[in-house]
């Protein structure tokens, strides 16, 4: 059972609530993908559409919110969003998010350490959003983060584990759960993830713009699941030189 | 008779734009009159998150800047 922060979850699949064409769209689909934590942005109001509200859709017993500081781009402006999230949402669950640059969206190392520790310290519960840096995991650990999640590739790109070589060494090296997460465009590449050891996956962009977004979130709770047996199963090793499944003996008779 | 002389009426900013609210006003009577249920709401009031039970009590003031933000979609 995956636990983070002693909270127990019985899915390794995290879902997003973004870019789905409508609101029972990402509703059935999250249903289908049996996630038990989703994740959910901060934004002005629509005063034009004051009855436009997520949260009618979400079902608070079901999942967990993991509200994200998405449009921060420095730790102040992170932290703003966290304090607004807490007030919203009633929880201190975060998914710490601080992306200067909008044309890559890759997360800034020096701000996301510093509003993590001051976030750890003010009781969050920070799940901090990385660049696949096993140092920069290390940092984050020991200032609190209750869990890692590096990036497979940037965020909506949807090119898979682009980061392995750094995921593994994170994973090797972690003490907190690591999520994989960003860019995990098909079931394949959550199953990856999870066949590295990863402890979970959190995926959005793939099923909410997926042709039928329902069945794509199923396709990815089995490729989670999948991964996550093969990872406890014990993967055999890779080899340079073939090794025959079939005996080498008894064919004495051909020749 | 122009806004500002006028003292039935007071101007506040609220997400970005600027609005007029009758003195006396309080935040909840702000967010009925825009049509929002106040419990899927949060309110920033002059940079300060207020709690939920202060929507019935804390009174808008001259150049109050509000910001009212709430969960969307979101990765």
């Given at each position: 059972m995956l636990t983070i922060a002693g909270r127990e979850f019985g899915s390794r699949l995290f879902g997003g609530t973004g870019k789905f064409a409508s609101a029972e769209l990402?509703?059935?689909?999250?249903?289908?993908?049996?996630?038990?934590?989703?994740?959910?942005?901060?934004?002005?109001?629509?005063?034009?559409?004051?009855?436009?509200?997520?949260?009618?859709?979400?079902?608070?017993?079901?999942?967990?919110?993991?509200?994200?500081?998405?449009?921060?781009?420095?730790?102040?402006?992170?932290?703003?969003?966290?304090?607004?999230?807490?007030?919203?949402?009633?929880?201190?669950?975060l998914k710490l998010e601080v992306t200067p640059d909008p044309r890559t969206l890759l997360p800034d190392p020096v701000e996301t350490l510093k509003a993590t520790e001051e976030l750890v310290k003010d009781g969050f519960i920070v799940l901090p959003y990385m660049n696949a840096d096993p140092i920069l995991a290390l940092r984050l650990q020991d200032v609190g983060a209750a869990a890692v999640m590096p990036l497979g590739s940037p965020i909506g790109t949807n090119q898979g584990i682009i980061t392995a070589f750094q995921v593994r060494i994170i994973i090797e090296q972690a003490r907190v759960p690591v999520v994989v997460d960003a860019g995990l465009g098909a079931p394949s590449h959550a199953a990856l993830a999870m066949e590295m050891g990863a402890d979970a996956v959190l995926v959005n962009t793939a099923i909410a713009v997926a042709g039928d977004p329902v069945r794509m979130a199923k396709a990815f709770a089995m490729a989670v699941q999948a991964g996550r047996d093969a990872y406890e199963a014990g993967l055999g090793e890779a080899r340079d030189k073939a090794d025959a499944s079939s005996p080498e003996i008894g064919l004495d008779f051909l020749r | 008779m122009p806004d500002y002389l006028d003292e039935s009426v007071m101007k506040i900013v609220c997400n970005g734009e600027e609005r007029t609210v009758a003195p006396g006003n309080k935040i909840v009577d702000l967010l009925r009159e825009l049509g929002l249920e106040p419990d899927t709401v949060v309110v920033e009031c002059n940079g300060v998150v207020l709690k939920r039970e202060e929507y019935d009590t804390h009174l808008l003031t001259e150049g109050s800047v509000l910001e009212l933000i709430r969960f969307v979609g979101g990765g």
């Open positions: 990402m509703r059935d689909a999250l249903a289908a993908s049996g996630t038990e934590m989703v994740t959910v942005a901060l934004r002005r109001v629509d005063l034009d559409d004051p009855a436009d509200d997520i949260m009618r859709f979400l079902d608070r017993d079901r999942y967990l919110l993991l509200p994200n500081t998405s449009g921060a781009r420095d730790a102040k402006e992170a932290i703003r969003l966290a304090n607004l999230s807490r007030a919203a949402g009633g929880s201190p669950w | -």
